[in-house]
C-alpha cells in the first residue's frame, strides 16, 4: 500500500527541525488569530453591555458566564487548531517538504439504493460517470420504487455503464446497500445517495487518503445541492460550512470523528463485511462509522473530496430530518454501541469521542436552557439583555466562523458569499434546538422508536436497542450535569471576582 496523502518525508535532521519551526510558527498564527478575535467580540459585547445596560465588565463577565466560558472555548478551540493545521499544510507544500502521493488505484465500488427518486437519480448517476477516477463500478438498487426510477436508470444499464437490481419489495437502505456489497467487486465501498451528486475528482481525493492503511473509512465534504430554493436551504449551508467543513476537520485532526456522511463516504469492503454490513434501522451511517472505529482504525475527513446533496426546502421535512438524526445520535452512540465507552476494549479516543460529541450536543444545549432559567429565577429584569446580548454573540461568532471555513474553502467564492447570513444563524440555532429536544427525549423515554424511513415490515424484525445500566448512568449523569452547570459556574465567577 503506502502512507497516506501530504505525509512529510524526511530527509535528515534539518528538515525535521523545519518541520518543528514550522509547526510551531503555524500554532502561534492560528492562536493569535483567534484570541484577537475572541478580545475583540468580548469587548464587543461588554462594550453594548455598558452602553445599553449600564453593566460594567464585572457584572457583564457574572451574567454571560455560561456563553463566554463554555460557548466560546468551543468556537476558537475548534476554529484555532484547523487553521492552525491548515497554515502548517501550506507552509510544507509551498518548501515541498511533502511526500509524493503514493500508487494507490483499487477497484472501487460505488453503491446507490434508491426509492422513488426519478427526478434526482439521472444527476447522480451521471455526475458518478464523470468522475475522473477509472477503476470502478456504479452499482444502483432500486429498493422497490413505485415511480419511474427503474425506468430512466434501464437504458445506462443495458449499455453496460451501471449494474441494476430491482427489489420487488421495499426493504431499506440498509438492506439495499447489504445487496450492493454483496454484488460488489470493489476493495472501497462508496455509498452515495441518490440525491448526491459527486465532484469529478472526489473519489481521487478519497482512495488518495484510503492509501494509508491505518485509514478504516473516510468522510467527504457535504455541501448543500439547491441552496438558492430557499432562506431556509441558505441557513443549511451556512451549517454544513460551520459543522462539516470546519467541525469534521477538527474531530479528524483529534481523532474523535464518529459520522460519515450516508450522502457519500468510503469504507474499506473488508472492514464492512467483517461487521456484519449495515444493520436496519435509522442512522445508518453513524453506525457504520462505529463499527469501524470498534476496529481500531481511524475515520478521517477529507475537505478536498466534494459532494453536493439535497436539503429540505419545508419546515415540515426539515424537522422530520432533524428529529430523525438525533434520534440516531442518541440510539447508535448509546444504545446500541455502548459499549464503545469501555476504553480498556475499544480504546481511549472512542470513548472520549463519544463524550466529546454529547457534550457539544446535550451538554451545551440543556445548559443553555439552564442557564436562562437561573438567569430569569434570579432577576427577571435581565432576561431581555440576556436574550439581545446573545444574539449579538452569537452573531458575531457565527461571521467568524463562517469567515474562517470560507477562507479554507475549496469553494471560496460561493462560501464568502454566504457568510452575509451570520446574523440568521443564531435564529436558526435556536431553531435547531427544537427537533434535538423532542428526540432526545423521546429517545430516553423510548417514545416512537420506529421511524417511517423504513418500512413497518423491517421494524417488526429489526432487534430493539437498550441502553445498559452504565451507559445510563452516564448518559444521566451528564443530563442532570449539564443542567446545573450554569448554577454552579456562575457562582465560581461571582467568588473569584468578588
Same mark, same amino acid.
Given at each position: 500500500m503506502g502512507s497516506s496523502?501530504?505525509?512529510?518525508?524526511?530527509?535528515?535532521?534539518?528538515?525535521?527541525?523545519?518541520?518543528?519551526?514550522?509547526?510551531?510558527?503555524?500554532?502561534?498564527?492560528?492562536?493569535?488569530?483567534?484570541?484577537?478575535?475572541?478580545?475583540?467580540?468580548?469587548?464587543?459585547?461588554?462594550?453594548?453591555?455598558?452602553?445599553l445596560f449600564g453593566w460594567d465588565v464585572r457584572r457583564f463577565i457574572i451574567t454571560f458566564a455560561y456563553p463566554l466560558f463554555l460557548d466560546m472555548p468551543r468556537y476558537f478551540i475548534t476554529d484555532g487548531v484547523v487553521i492552525s493545521h491548515y497554515l502548517y499544510e501550506r507552509r510544507m507544500v509551498s518548501?515541498?517538504?511533502?511526500?509524493?502521493?503514493?500508487?494507490?488505484?483499487?477497484?472501487?465500488?460505488?453503491?446507490?439504493?434508491?426509492?422513488?427518486?426519478?427526478?434526482?437519480?439521472?444527476?447522480?448517476?451521471?455526475?458518478?460517470?464523470?468522475?475522473?477516477?477509472?477503476?470502478?463500478?456504479i452499482i444502483v438498487v432500486d429498493d422497490g420504487s413505485t415511480d419511474r426510477t427503474y425506468e430512466i436508470l434501464y437504458p445506462y444499464a443495458r449499455a453496460g455503464l451501471i449494474k441494476l437490481f430491482r427489489k420487488k419489495e421495499r426493504g431499506g437502505k440498509a438492506a439495499a446497500l447489504n445487496l450492493g456489497v454483496r454484488m460488489s467487486r470493489g476493495e472501497i465501498i462508496i455509498p452515495v445517495d441518490s440525491d448526491t451528486i459527486v465532484k469529478r475528482d472526489a473519489i481521487d481525493r478519497v482512495i488518495a487518503h484510503m492509501a494509508n492503511e491505518q485509514v478504516g473509512a473516510v468522510?467527504?465534504?457535504?455541501?448543500?445541492?439547491?441552496?438558492?430554493?430557499?432562506?431556509?436551504?441558505?441557513?443549511?449551508?451556512?451549517?454544513?460550512?460551520?459543522?462539516?467543513?470546519?467541525?469534521?476537520?477538527?474531530l479528524s485532526l483529534t481523532r474523535t470523528l464518529t459520522i460519515v456522511a450516508g450522502a457519500f463516504g468510503a469504507y474499506r469492503k473488508q472492514i464492512v463485511e467483517s461487521m456484519g454490513s449495515w444493520d436496519p434501522g435509522?442512522?445508518?451511517?453513524?453506525?457504520?462509522?462505529?463499527?469501524?472505529?470498534?476496529?481500531?482504525?481511524? *475515520? #478521517? %475527513? /477529507? @475537505?478536498?473530496?466534494?459532494? +453536493?446533496?439535497?436539503?429540505?426546502?419545508?419546515? $415540515?421535512?426539515?424537522?422530520?430530518?432533524?428529529?430523525?438524526?438525533?434520534?440516531?445520535?442518541?440510539?447508535?452512540?448509546?444504545?446500541?454501541?455502548?459499549?464503545?465507552?469501555?476504553?480498556?476494549?475499544?480504546?481511549?479516543?472512542?470513548?472520549?469521542?463519544?463524550?466529546?460529541?454529547?457534550?457539544?450536543?446535550?451538554?451545551?444545549?440543556?445548559?443553555?436552557?439552564?442557564?436562562?432559567?437561573?438567569?430569569?429565577?434570579?432577576?427577571?429584569?435581565?432576561?431581555?439583555?440576556?436574550?439581545f446580548l446573545s444574539y449579538i454573540f452569537y452573531t458575531l461568532l457565527s461571521l467568524?466562523?463562517?469567515?474562517?471555513?470560507?477562507?479554507?474553502?475549496?469553494?471560496?467564492?460561493?462560501?464568502?458569499?454566504? *457568510? #452575509? %447570513? /451570520? @446574523?440568521?444563524?443564531?435564529? +436558526?440555532?435556536?431553531?435547531?434546538?427544537?427537533? $434535538?429536544?423532542?428526540?432526545?427525549?423521546?429517545?430516553?423515554?423510548?417514545?416512537?422508536?420506529?421511524?417511517?424511513?423504513?418500512?413497518?415490515?423491517?421494524?417488526?424484525?429489526?432487534?430493539r436497542y437498550r441502553f445498559n445500566k452504565t451507559v445510563g448512568a452516564v448518559v444521566v449523569l451528564f443530563f442532570v450535569a449539564s443542567f446545573f452547570t450554569a448554577i454552579i459556574l456562575t457562582r465560581v465567577v461571582a467568588t473569584l471576582l468578588a
Open positions: 496523502l501530504n505525509v512529510p518525508k524526511p530527509r535528515g535532521g534539518g528538515e525535521a527541525r523545519l518541520r518543528t519551526v514550522l509547526s510551531i510558527m503555524a500554532a502561534l498564527a492560528g492562536t493569535a488569530l483567534t484570541i484577537s478575535a475572541a478580545v475583540l467580540i468580548f469587548l464587543t459585547v461588554s462594550g453594548l453591555a455598558s452602553l518548501r515541498e517538504l511533502v511526500a509524493p502521493q503514493p500508487i494507490y488505484m483499487p477497484f472501487v465500488s460505488i453503491i446507490i439504493p434508491a426509492l422513488n427518486a426519478e427526478r434526482t437519480i439521472k444527476h447522480t448517476v451521471e455526475s458518478l460517470l464523470e468522475t475522473t477516477y477509472k477503476r470502478k463500478e468522510s467527504c465534504n457535504i455541501k448543500v445541492r439547491n441552496y438558492r430554493d430557499s432562506l431556509l436551504t441558505r441557513l443549511q449551508y451556512c451549517e454544513y460550512m460551520q459543522t462539516i467543513q470546519v467541525g469534521r476537520r477538527f435509522i442512522g445508518d451511517d453513524s453506525d457504520m462509522t462505529l463499527k469501524t472505529r470498534k476496529t481500531r482504525r481511524r *475515520v #478521517i %475527513f /477529507a @475537505p478536498d473530496a466534494i459532494a +453536493y446533496t439535497g436539503a429540505p426546502t419545508t419546515l $415540515r421535512r426539515f424537522f422530520r430530518q432533524r428529529r430523525r438524526w438525533e434520534k440516531n445520535f442518541i440510539r447508535n452512540r448509546f444504545r446500541k454501541h455502548g459499549d464503545i465507552l469501555n476504553f480498556r476494549v475499544y480504546g481511549v479516543s472512542n470513548p472520549v469521542a463519544i463524550l466529546l460529541s454529547f457534550f457539544y450536543r446535550g451538554v451545551l444545549l440543556f445548559g443553555y436552557f439552564g442557564y436562562l432559567i437561573v438567569a430569569a429565577a434570579a432577576n427577571p429584569q435581565v432576561l431581555l439583555p440576556i436574550l467568524f466562523s463562517l469567515t474562517i471555513s470560507a477562507s479554507l474553502s475549496p469553494e471560496k467564492a460561493t462560501d464568502f458569499k454566504h *457568510v #452575509i %447570513f /451570520a @446574523p440568521l444563524m443564531p435564529f +436558526y440555532r435556536t431553531l435547531l434546538r427544537i427537533p $434535538r429536544t423532542i428526540a432526545y427525549i423521546e429517545e430516553f423515554l423510548g417514545i416512537r422508536y420506529e421511524d417511517p424511513f423504513y418500512p413497518p415490515e423491517v421494524w417488526r424484525v429489526a432487534p
